[in-house]
């Protein structure tokens, strides 16, 4: 006799649900059941959302942060920013606790990871020389380097002070007050502010 199990498709949405990062096997069970039990309608708006998103979200073809269809993210199309100061993180999401934080207006520059020899990340693998070629065309603009204070942050920040050390920009770099070794989306409003306030040339 075969043992009771969910239907085909229940079981292919667990392993999909599954897949997510934080949704264990009795987790992923649980967000199913929700679905099965609310009905169509929840079910047809999660996946109208997740086809959107997959569909229509693409990386800003200047800075690199979250856009639509190909065009330019709000901070890049946004007349009213300071296009004198270039704040330069490794991730997109490390923009959203900068701009949550209120004081930065400036524009930002999504370099896609940091330097890692350990995880084989070279200069090359990252948004390097889209940075060099946006401080050329930013002359006498301050590059803030907001990365990560950890060895793999230092390596990337030092390597690029040194490639923007013969272009027309200043470099600084975030006060210390951050924790050490973590990325800024662990940091605190107040912590990030007092971080850009005291930022440092490097
Ligand atoms: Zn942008």
Request: hydrophobic share 45%; proline share 6%.
């Amino acid at each position: 006799m075969k043992a009771q199990d969910y239907p085909p498709p229940v079981r292919e949405l667990i392993a999909r649900l599954k897949r997510m990062p934080g949704v264990g096997t009795r987790g992923a069970e649980r967000h199913a059941l929700w679905f099965l039990q609310h009905g169509r309608a929840d079910a047809r708006a999660l996946a109208a959302a997740l086809m959107a998103a997959a569909d229509e979200v693409t990386p800003c073809p200047r800075c690199g942060f979250f856009a639509s269809n190909g065009e330019l993210c709000t901070a890049c199309s946004d007349p009213a920013r300071d296009n004198s100061l270039l704040c330069v993180v490794e991730q997109p999401t490390d923009v959203l606790p900068i701009e949550r934080c209120g004081t930065f207006r400036g524009l930002y520059h999504c370099l896609g990871g940091k330097i890692s020899a350990l995880d084989n990340v070279l200069p090359e693998d990252l948004a390097v020389a889209q940075l060099l070629e946006r401080v050329r065309e930013l002359p006498g603009c301050e590059v803030i380097l907001a990365i990560s204070s950890d060895v793999e942050g230092e390596v990337t920040a030092l390597y690029l002070a040194e490639q923007l050390a013969v272009l027309d920009c200043r470099v600084t770099r975030l006060a210390q007050g951050m924790p050490a070794g973590a990325g800024l989306s662990q940091a605190d409003a107040i912590t990030l502010t007092r971080a850009f306030e005291g930022r440092k040339g490097i």
